[in-house]
């Protein structure tokens, strides 16, 4: 499985974008997908994710309310609408997904929990 994010670029402060991650190479089913980010300082944090059964939906709480994670079945592909850009949103951003469906509830926001990790995306947040 290939995971490829695009969407990135700069914006200023308070603007949008959307990231969408397309999975590709094969037959699989994905059971969670998330979105990680990388920060200049080297630090990979959480961001959001989406359980496709009951179409669960969880936020860190510094994108909570500004941040959108929604998923196409059809396309294989997750997006993430990023809103009410901050300059501390500047980061590499990573779509991740879990084809085992073994991923618990207090696992979501671990990385390491997911099978796939793909190429990021640079999102720079100017001020």
């Known amino acids: 499985v290939q995971l490829q994010a695009s969407g990135g670029g700069v914006v200023q402060a308070g603007g949008s974008l959307k990231l969408s991650c397309a999975a590709s190479g094969g037959t699989f089913s994905v059971y969670h997908w998330a979105w990680f980010r990388q920060t200049p300082e080297n630090e990979r944090e959480f961001v959001a994710a989406?359980?496709?059964?009951?179409?669960?939906?969880y936020y860190s709480d510094s994108v909570k309310g500004r941040f959108t994670i929604s998923r196409d079945n059809a396309k294989n592909t997750v997006y993430l609408q990023m809103n009410s850009l901050r300059p501390e949103d500047t980061a590499v951003y990573h779509c991740?997904?879990?084809?085992?469906?073994?991923?618990?509830?207090?696992?979501?926001?671990?990385?390491?929990?997911?099978?796939?990790w793909g190429q990021g995306t640079l999102v720079t947040v100017s001020s």
């Open positions: 989406f359980r496709w059964r009951g179409g669960i939906t």
């Open positions: 991740e997904a879990d084809t085992k469906g073994r991923i618990i509830t207090s696992s979501v926001r671990n990385p390491g929990a997911y099978d796939y």
